[in-house]
């Protein structure tokens, strides 16, 4: 009878042990797809497509579902976990030290994909990444003479934990700095700049560099190249954080491997460019923006993350406060007119206006929305590409929309004369229009319209609401501490009417959990002006934007700066991030 090892129990209804499964077993294979469907991470259709995929390939049932983008790859970890009884894997379970480090061989334990993570009582915890190839547990199970308890950490979180560890990146990632060919490359050889940009070493850097900013929950990677170096930076929350710095050599290498990704002209290095990439990236399909641009030391190049994954097309998870949000569904429900949303680069209109459209979206409801680019498909919603180098721009596909009987018609961003005054047409024939704006504040919005050209009383009878918004990072729940200077916040605060709920005015202090940077995610702050009889006579007596909001706030509407030091005063955000977002003190 075979012996089992200590670190696992033989598997028996009911039993609270690990599991011990054989990777490649049919049994294996089974009973996790029906774990999967019970547990509704995948249906019988995507289970269809993974087994048959499993099959012609020869690969492991579990790594096909990743690289079909069917399950993401921390879910699946969390699935597998759960299924053969193993706990995750916690940012708090690494140890300060690496132990037994004079007993277990780093080059081992590496190329196995495991981490020891203490060694207590004569128990070794170990966390694997592969919790079906228990044949290196076994080994050192038996070489140190430990039982082995398992954790199971995914691919993204053992890297990160090996890199905080032992203080490198894997095996082969890092062999692109030493490549003499890739230092040597010239900008002008594009042969062997194609050769060199599709070589293992610069294709796994460039990997590596997309991976971590995935893991980072980056919404931008800035590649920016000078004469000594080439900086690599990832925005996070809102902000630009330092990632590595490349030898400069690279430069080139770099930036032909990412046009190759986008496809564009690696010949072409004097104009801008722009492209798309869509990759699997940890069993999540995730698309990237690219935009070259040649500087003095070559191309600058960042790349926007569109992460499907990570995008909440919820108002109340986007952080709007309730009365905002019920203001905003009321003008919504206008059968036409005009809801504008402004604000600048990044600040989160797209996903705002994908939200309406997500929940106005029926049967009995035409959609069409006019983009550049589409950011993310919307099911139920016919969604148009503009491509301005062969004529389709802004005001064309407008036109050509009108003729197809809509609905409701989104417009990616009024940035001309020609494209308001269609939108402003389409809205005065029965059609609700949503569209963006680049402005400081809602008020703001009317006299950019009035700017443009637009007639005021147009802007007038056809504009139902302007939401102006802006982002500002959450505090980490985990590190958050109380505000030293919450005394003076407190009184100069007190007046106002969210004063009456229990104060926990807090600031950013750093932990594991946010990378040290104390800010965890973002959330919305908002201001939302409706227009009343008030405000349209003040828009045709051509009022300026004090006057407009100063009449809103009358009405009722809460500013953005007042909005943010709700969130404040709830613990939500830093009184910091609110005077940095919305440039008051």
């Known amino acids: 009878m075979e012996t089992l090892p200590r670190h696992v129990e033989q598997d028996t209804d009911g039993g609270s042990g690990p599991r011990r499964v054989e990777a490649n077993s049919p049994h294996f294979a089974e009973a996790f797809s029906e774990f999967l469907l019970r547990e509704k991470a995948i249906d019988e259709l995507a289970l269809q497509r993974s087994q048959r995929a499993a099959r012609q390939s020869g690969e492991r049932f579990d790594r096909v579902l990743t690289k079909l983008g069917l399950v993401p790859e921390a879910d699946l970890w969390a699935h597998l976990g759960k299924f053969l009884r193993i706990p995750p894997f916690e940012a708090g379970d690494l140890p300060l030290e690496p132990p037994l480090s004079d007993v277990i061989p780093e080059k081992f334990i590496r190329a196995n994909g495991l981490l020891p993570l203490g060694a207590q009582g004569g128990r070794l915890t170990l966390a694997v990444t592969d919790p079906l190839d228990l044949e290196p547990v076994d080994a050192l199970a038996y070489a140190t003479g430990l ?98 710095t490349l030898p400069p050599g690279l430069k080139a290498a770099i930036a032909s491997r990412i046009k190759i990704m986008a496809r564009l002209d690696i010949a072409e290095r004097r104009l801008p460019q722009d492209g798309r990439i869509k ?201 958050a501490a109380p505000l030293e200077t919450r005394d003076r916040w407190r009184a100069q605060l007190a007046a106002e009417a969210f004063a009456a709920e229990p104060e926990r005015l807090s600031s950013p202090k750093g932990c594991p959990h946010c990378r040290n940077l104390g800010y965890s995610g973002r959330s919305t702050i908002a201001e939302l002006l409706i227009m009343n009889e008030r405000m349209q006579r003040l828009v045709c007596e051509n009022a300026p934007d004090a006057n407009l909001e100063a009449a809103a706030r009358e009405n009722g509407m809460t500013t953005m700066y007042q909005c943010g030091m709700a969130k404040a005063w709830r613990g939500e955000t830093s009184v910091e991030e609110v005077a940095r977002v919305t440039r008051m003190d």
Not at 198 to 205: G, K, L
Not at 230 to 238: F, M
Not at 435 to 444: G, I, P, R, V
């Open 147 to 244: 039982e082995i308890e398992l954790r199971l950490a995914t691919p993204a979180q053992f890297q990160k934990a090996w890199s905080t560890l032992y203080g490198g990146r894997q095996d082969g990632v890092s062999i692109v700095d030493n490549d003499q060919r890739a230092h040597e490359a010239s900008e002008f050889d594009l042969q062997r700049l194609r050769d060199i940009a599709n070589e293992a070493p610069v294709v796994r850097r460039v990997n590596q560099i997309v991976a971590d900013a995935i893991e980072a929950r980056a919404s931008d990677i800035h590649i920016e190249p000078s004469l000594e170096a080439v900086q690599v930076r990832y925005r996070i929350d809102g902000a630009l954080r330092n990632a590595e």
């Open 279 to 479: 990759l699997a990236i940890r069993g999540v399909d995730i698309d990237f923006r690219v935009s070259t641009l040649p500087t003095a030391h070559g191309e600058s190049i960042v790349l926007r993350i569109l992460d499907r994954s990570q995008v909440a097309l919820d108002f109340d998870r986007l952080g709007f406060e309730p009365r905002t949000t019920a203001q905003l569904r009321q003008a919504m429900r206008n059968p036409n007119g005009i809801v504008l949303v402004t604000g600048p680069t990044g600040s989160g209109k797209t996903t705002t206006l994908y939200t309406a459209l997500k929940e106005l979206t029926m049967p009995d409801v035409k959609v069409f929305t006019v983009e550049d680019p589409i950011e993310y498909q919307l099911a139920g919603v016919n969604q148009v590409q503009v491509q301005p180098a062969i004529g389709l721009d802004f005001p064309n596909t407008l036109r050509a929309i009108l003729r197809q009987d809509p609905d409701i018609i989104m417009i990616g961003e009024i940035r001309d004369a020609e494209t308001a005054r269609i939108a402003i047409q389409a809205s005065l024939t029965g059609h609700l229009v949503f569209s963006t704006l680049h402005t400081n504040s809602a008020a703001a919005s009317i006299t950019r319209l009035i700017d443009m050209g637009v007639e005021n009383y147009l802007i007038a009878s056809t504009v139902k609401a302007v939401l102006a918004q802006r982002l500002v990072r959450r505090l980490c729940p985990h590190c």
